[in-house]
């Protein structure tokens, strides 16, 4: 997503690529976090894609605290630079589960994802609170100090097994038994 400071910067964004053919809508974005006008909430994108049913309300959650706390603390320094090392900190995830190495553009430092996260829900605690999402938060750390995370599960399926046919099996399997 661009950086916008507001609505207004958001919806002359919108109308340029919008006459430029580009969209249509909003779903013709694919972004991580976008807006949802219809509803006047923010979609985390990222729920689409844990392996079982646990993780999306908990990611939802430390989504709730984190806007929780930049509403009441009325954080907007939305700045080019806070997104720089986006790409590659979004590759790193998504390659690396809580292993990844982050680098924060504003000030160069990097931190391990798992250290970051729990940095995080620590400093969410009030919020937490406030909001009844203490199990959540607490879930969630958990998870990150255990380092359980599901690229690390499809990565250790395809080492015992050597097929992705196989990891697809068990995916599928893992997530009937949940349901």
């Given at each position: 997503m661009?950086?916008?400071?507001?609505?207004?910067?958001?919806?002359h964004y919108?109308?340029?690529m919008?006459q430029?053919?580009?969209v249509?809508?909003m779903k013709d974005?694919?972004?991580?976090?976008?807006?949802?006008?219809?509803?006047?909430?923010?979609?985390l994108?990222?729920c689409?894609?844990?392996l079982?049913?646990?993780?999306?309300?908990?990611?939802?959650?430390?989504?709730?605290?984190l806007?929780?706390?930049?509403l009441?603390?009325?954080?907007?320094?939305?700045?080019?630079?806070?997104?720089?090392?986006?790409?590659?900190?979004?590759f790193q995830?998504?390659?690396?589960?809580y292993d990844a190495?982050l680098?924060?553009?504003t000030?160069?430092?990097?931190?391990n994802?798992a250290?970051d996260?729990?940095a995080?829900?620590?400093?969410l605690?009030?919020?937490?609170?406030?909001?009844?999402?203490?199990?959540?938060r607490?879930?969630l750390?958990?998870?990150?100090q255990?380092?359980q995370?599901?690229?690390q599960?499809?990565?250790?399926?395809?080492?015992?097994?050597?097929?992705l046919?196989?990891?697809?099996r068990?995916?599928?399997?893992?997530?009937m038994?949940e349901?």
């Amino acid at each position: 997503m661009p950086t916008v400071r507001d609505w207004d910067e958001f919806t002359h964004y919108f109308k340029q690529m919008e006459q430029l053919g580009i969209v249509a809508s909003m779903k013709d974005f694919y972004w991580d976090i976008r807006p949802k006008p219809e509803y006047g909430t923010v979609e985390l994108r990222i729920c689409d894609t844990p392996l079982g049913l646990d993780m999306p309300p908990l990611l939802a959650g430390y989504l709730q605290m984190l806007a929780h706390r930049c509403l009441t603390e009325q954080w907007n320094d939305i700045t080019p630079q806070r997104t720089l090392a986006y790409s590659y900190n979004r590759f790193q995830a998504c390659r690396f589960g809580y292993d990844a190495l982050l680098v924060d553009a504003t000030d160069g430092r990097s931190a391990n994802l798992a250290e970051d996260l729990i940095a995080s829900l620590d400093s969410l605690t009030d919020q937490a609170r406030e909001l009844g999402l203490e199990d959540c938060r607490l879930a969630l750390r958990e998870r990150a100090q255990r380092r359980q995370s599901d690229s690390q599960w499809l990565r250790d399926r395809y080492r015992e097994s050597g097929s992705l046919s196989d990891v697809v099996r068990q995916q599928s399997q893992r997530w009937m038994n949940e349901t």
